[in-house]
Structures are given as C-alpha cells and as structure tokens.
C-alpha cells in the first residue's frame, strides 16, 4: 500500500510529506515517521521505481570517497601538505600519497607550495570527517597558471554533464582547458576573451540548471557569444 | 476602557502584513529577507564551516550558532548604541533554541552553522521576524531540517487577545499589555520559543497558544513559498 | 596569492579587460534606493554590482562641542557585519570598519557639505546631533565608495524630527533638509603591477599592490584621500590615479 503525495521533479521544503504507506522507501535527503516519507531538506524530488529521494540544489560541498576535486595547498606538514577543499573540513595529502617518490628530507614546497591548486582525489573520509587525498592517479596533478572560480557543488553534474557533454562544448566553443572539481572548484585557462565567456556560461548553467531545455540554451548563447556555430555530439 | 479596535485596524487573529524573499545575500550559503508591518528581518547562514578556537568544537555533531542584532537607525526614537548588548545576546540564544529542535547537524562533526540576524527597521515583535527569516536561510543553505519553524508574537491588549503586537500596543498605556513571542515547529505543532512579558491567567494563555498556532500556520505556507518561488522548476 | 595567479591576472589587464569583462575604467551597475528605513530620519540603499550597502542617519539634540559652541556635531560609523561576508567575524569594529568610517567621514566633514553653523539651536547649549550608521549586507568589493554614496544619500533625504524645543517627537517627521551645501563622491582606484583599475571586486583586491580613495566635490576640488595597499606610490602615480578619481567622480555624481 502506497501513495505519492507529490509529484517527480517538484521542489519540496522540509518537512514536507512525499509519500504514505509502506511501498515506498526513503532515500537520501528523505527519512520515515510512522508510515510517511517526508524530506529532510529543501531540494527536488526524484522518484526511482519505490526509491524516494530529494536532490539537494543548495548547500556546501560534503567531502566524499573517489571525488576528484580542485584542492589549494594551506599548509606544509613534515609529512605532507593540509589542503583546502571548499568544505568546512580540510584534507590531508601525505608524502607517502604524492605522484612521485619524495626524499625523507626533501623541500616539501618543490613539490607543492602554499596557494598552489591541485587536482587531487579523496581516498577516504572518516566518520570525523577526516580527509585523506592522494595524488596517485591518472590527470592528478598540479594546475600552473589558470583562473579559478568557485561553483554551487550541487551543480557539477549539470556543468560536466552526461559524460562530459556540457563542459566539452563550452571547451571546443572557447578553446579553453576546463577541469570542474566535483567540490565546486572550476579551473579555467585559455585567452582571456574566452576565459570569460566562460565563466558566463557557467554562471548561466548555476542559475538555469533545474529549467528544461539547458543544453539547446546554453549552445545558442555560446554561438552568439563566440560567432561560431556549434555541433553538439548525440550523447546516448 | 476596552480595546475594541486595533490601533491600526486589524482583525484581533491578523497579522501585519508580509513580505518573504530568499536568496538575497550572494556571500552566504543561504539567506532570507522577512518583513512583517515595518519590522524588517535579514538572515544569512553561513556553514556548515570550520570553528575557531578549536575547543569550541564538538566532536558528535556539528554547532548553531546565532547572532542577532539591530542596526543603529532601526528604531522609532533614538539611535541604537551598535554592539552586543544583554538582550540581544539573549535573543540570539532563544532564537537558537527555537531552531535547534528542527535542524540535524549529525553530518557536520566539529563544525558550526552560523546564522546572522540583521534588522534595518524595527517595530516590535523583531526576534519573531529573525526567526522566521533563519527558518528560511537554513534550508536555503541545505542544511538538513526535518521541519520548519514558523514565530509570531501573541498577548492580550487590554481585554482582547491578539496576534502579531506591534510598537504601539506593546506599549499601549490604557490597560494591561502581555506581549508573548512564539515560535511552532510546523507539523507537529510544537512551541520551541515561549516567553512572556505582562499579566495573563491561564485560561486566556491556552486561547494565545491556539491563536499563535493559526498565525503560524499562514507564516509557515508564506515561507515555503518563498523558498519554492526561489528555485522554480520551469518547463519551456 | 601566489606569484602565478598575480602574474596572471596581467595577462587580462593587458588587453584592457579584467576577469569580468569590464575595462579598466568601468563600474559595476549601481543601484540607489532611498527610505528603505522610516524609523531614520534619512536611510538609503546603495549596490554596486553585487554589493550591497546601507546607510541611515539619526539625529538628536545634544550639547556642542566646547571648541565648536555653535556648530552641531556629526559622526559616522561603520560596521563590517558578518551577515555580509564569510571572513568577517562579530565583535566591535575591527580596523578596516574603522579605515571605512574615517574615510567616509572625511570626505563629508572636509568638504563641508553639512552645515554645521545652521545645527545650532542653542549656542553653548544645544545643537542637532547627526550620526550615520553604514551597514554592508553584502561585501562583493569596494566598500569605500559604496559606503559613501549610501551616506551621502542618506544624508540629502534625511529631513528633521519635530522638536519643540524640549523634546524630540521622532513620530512627526518635518519637511526640513538638512543644511547641505557640497556633496562629495568618492572613486577608489588601485593599483596592480602598472595598471589603474577602478571598483575592484574581491578576487581584485586581493592582488592589490596599493589603493587611493579619492573624494571629490562638484567642482574637482579634492576633499578627501586615503592610501592603502603595501606598496608605494609614486608621485606620478597619484597624479594618474587622482585624475581617474576626479573623472569618474563626475559620472558618479550624476546619480545623486
């Protein structure tokens, strides 16, 4: 026995009731009193078969296993680098987890200084949210010149999209290297001129991210930005 | 002498009249704007975020924190000496007791959620405009919340009760003033701020309570509003 | 910041644009709202760009200074609230609220644009009293000009209580002004490696080498400056940057 007492894809308050009876499960974002499922946060809902769960569009970057992010170095250790990484907790990158073999007596800052930003990879969060990052990995590495920006994390997916569809539009419209931190942390390097086309379209996709009809917009706005026409690859 | 009509012309159960926006301050996580009459409410959140000095933190669960303040040319009459005086500082702690009940910070160990109440204009009944302005910047920072919480002042002026008292008869000098602020947890309907200013028996604090709960109720649908009307799922 | 990200943010500059796309000399779209509080006797709203500031002023009578028996008083105070920015933190004004309100101040006390002598209701007794609170809720950059155009709007709109002598009834607002006479504007450029840039944002003004607050009456009379920043200036140097200051300031002031 069950029923939905909202539909898909609306947007739900907390406290909110999303369904009654049995059938259905809570899911993230969601939790269950007595035989209602009720959202535990302000977000979309996502109904997956009986799988209720609330997609969060606000609220900072939680830390968790495998993301590849954008870090900044903030301090040097004996043992390795602390790292900010746009959260309320910072990571740890130890030497032992660095891409190359380090000396036990080496200058730690040869290899990343102070205000450097890397793209590096969580391989473990503690229930103290601890952070552990390693720089063992394919494109891990350390990011020379570039500007960066910070995005709503919650919007990664759509800036990246289904894989990589967005964010290799926007780099073959404006020849610029982007890498987008699953943090909410953007990378951007190219001529300047394009640089904030960008940053444009990017701030454009944060703003429109839950309208329908985000990739055909977002393509005629580059085409306008750049004057180039654009072929978008059918991504299945 | 009885009070039979309100010095400005409201029902005894009305309130002034509301005005609800979210998103308004671009630096914080999320923030609202919560107007009620002339009492005028900014709430900005910030966190889930580190704390400083690290004693602060607590290991389990993550803190709120809360601030309230008045602006120096907010008030009828003199200026506000700026700083954190007594009241504000007991405020800003009821007001953090009021949110508490609703909000899980299970998530967030050894961090802080701050939340800042600001009030550009004020006429009584503002640690209600402050709640109900952080009840909307929290969820509109994500912050996990399993309710909303919704406050209005109550009392009797005279010999009526009423609901929502501004300046003028909180200060009603023609008959016995209780000025009672409220804060209802939205679906279950329990009181998590409570607090009294005058003379009233007890029959007639029961009446107050049931009139806060409707008067909360139509502060809780304007709040949800605002929220949704932020993030409004558009289909072209 | 690193050296690199300085370095690369000349790579901009060189072309004549900054990381948003204005040129040097450009100013973010600037906003003025006035009364947004009508329990001040003058309140106004000021954004630029995505910064946002308030300001409003009280008025009170009170005794006159003894060096100044015939002159009311006027004094302004800055706040750098929390609400506003990630970096501040609550607690009473720290430097930079104090750098604000003395820059503000200067520019409104030196110009003379309040008439201190028409405050006068008593003289060695009583004189009007008018302090401005300027309150930030949203810190994108340049709180200096912000800061200022939201006082000195807030001041031009302020109109006096009734007063009969004995006590002030600040229900009943009168139709009279304040005794304005110059009104100054205030342009801060800074200074980046051997660039000028005016309405810096935050991710600018962390590259600062250093800064120049200009402030400007109607007729280009400077009234007020203030230098920060770590890095010297030469003499060249403030000469170009007041003459940025004074230009714009003519733009600005059409908005008042």
């Known amino acids: 026995m069950g029923k939905l007492l909202v539909e898909d894809k609306t947007i739900v308050t907390p406290g909110e009731e999303l369904a009654e009876g049995m059938d259905f499960l809570p899911a993230e974002g969601t939790f269950r009193e007595k035989d209602k499922i009720i959202a535990s946060g302000l977000g979309l809902v996502s109904i997956n078969g009986r799988l209720i769960k609330i997609i969060s569009m606000t609220g900072r970057y939680i830390p968790k296993k495998d993301d590849t992010i954008i870090a900044k170095v903030t301090d040097i250790l004996m043992s390795g680098w602390i790292l900010d990484i746009n959260s309320s907790y910072s990571a740890v990158l130890s030497v032992k987890e660095s891409r190359d073999f380090i000396r036990r007596d080496a200058d730690l800052t040869r290899y990343y200084d102070i205000d450097d ?17 390693s720089m063992k990995g394919p494109g891990l590495r350390k990011l020379i010149g570039g500007r960066i920006i910070k995005v709503n994390s919650n919007k990664v997916p759509r800036i990246i999209g289904k894989r990589g569809s967005m964010v290799s539009m926007i780099k073959n419209a404006t020849d610029c290297n982007i890498i987008v931190g699953q943090n909410g942390i953007v990378w951007i390097q190219g001529l300047p001129k394009n640089e904030i086309i960008v940053v444009k379209t990017i701030r454009k996709i944060e703003q429109e991210a839950h309208i329908s009809g985000l990739t055909e917009r977002i393509k005629t706005f580059l085409e306008k930005e750049t004057n180039k026409k654009i072929v978008v690859e059918k991504v299945e | ?41 900014y709430a900005a959140v910030y966190g889930p975020r580190g704390i400083h000095p690290k004693f602060l933190q607590n290991p389990r669960n993550g803190k709120l924190r809360c601030f309230y303040n008045m602006m ?39 961090s802080v959620v701050d939340v800042f109440i600001e009030l550009p204009q ?6 209600c405009a402050g709640i109900c302005a952080a009840s909307m910047a929290l969820a509109d920072a994500g912050i996990p919340m399993k309710d909303m919480v919704a406050s209005v002042s109550v009392g009797r002026v005279d010999d009526k009760l009423v609901v929502d008292l501004d300046y003028s008869e909180e200060s009603y000098e023609n008959g016995t003033v209780a000025d009672i602020p409220t804060a209802i947890i939205s679906r279950t309907g329990e009181i998590s701020l409570l607090q009294m200013d005058g003379k009233l028996s007890r029959d007639d604090l029961k009446k107050a309570i049931e009139m806060a709960k409707k008067a909360c109720s139509k502060i809780d649908k304007i709040q949800r509003d605002a929220l949704k009307k932020k993030y409004e799922v558009k289909n072209e | 910041m690193n050296r690199e990200q300085k370095d690369y943010i000349l790579n901009f500059l060189e072309q004549g644009i900054r990381f948003d796309g204005r040129k040097l000399d450009e100013y973010r779209p600037i906003k003025i709202e006035t009364g947004f509080s009508e329990n001040a006797e003058g309140s106004a709203k000021v954004s630029i760009g995505d910064t946002i500031v308030l300001a409003g002023v009280k008025l009170s009578v009170g005794e006159p200074y003894p060096d100044t028996p015939n002159e009311g008083t006027m004094m302004i105070n800055a706040e750098l609230l929390p609400l506003s920015n990630p970096d501040f933190e609550p607690g009473p004004p720290g430097i930079q609220a104090i750098e604000l309100a003395r820059v503000v101040d200067r ?17 060695r007794e009583k004189v009007w009293s008018i302090t401005v609170d300027i309150c930030p809720i949203n810190d994108e950059g340049n709180l200096f000009d912000a ?10 709109n302020t109109k006096f209580p009734s007063y009969d002598g004995d006590v002030i009834d600040y229900k009943k607002k009168t139709k009279d002004s304040l005794p304005l006479k110059k009104l100054p504007v205030s342009c801060t450029v800074i200074k980046i490696d051997n660039y000028f840039i005016v309405d810096p944002t935050p991710e600018e003004e962390k590259k600062v080498d250093s800064r120049l607050t200009v402030e400007v009456e109607e007729d280009g009379t400077l009234c007020a400056l203030q230098k920060g920043g770590d890095k010297p200036l030469t003499a060249e140097d403030i000469d170009k940057m007041v003459k940025i200051g004074i230009k714009k300031s003519k733009e600005l002031r059409k908005l008042l």
């Open chain 3, 147 to 156: 800061s200022t155009l939201a006082a000195v709007v807030a001041l031009k």
């Open chain 2, 122 to 127: 004020t006429d009584a009944g503002t640690r």
């Open chain 3, 107 to 123: 520019g409104i006390r030196e110009s003379g644009s309040i008439d201190t002598k028409k405050l006068c209701i008593k003289k």
């Open chain 1, 117 to 133: 930003y890397i793209i590096t990879k969580i391989v473990m969060v503690t229930s103290q949210r601890l952070v552990d990052a």
């Open chain 2, 1 to 41: 002498m009885a009070y039979n009509k309100r010095i400005d012309g409201r029902k005894f159960d009305e309130t002034r009249p509301i005005e609800a926006r979210v998103g308004v301050i671009k630096n914080s996580d999320g923030s609202a704007y919560f107007k009620m009459g002339k009492t005028t409410a």
């Open chain 2, 72 to 110: 120096p040319f907010s008030s009828m009459g003199e200026r506000v000496r700026p700083g954190a005086n007594r009241r504000a500082k007991e405020i800003a702690m009821v007001t953090e007791k009021a949110l508490l009940p609703v909000i899980d910070l299970t998530e967030f160990p050894n």
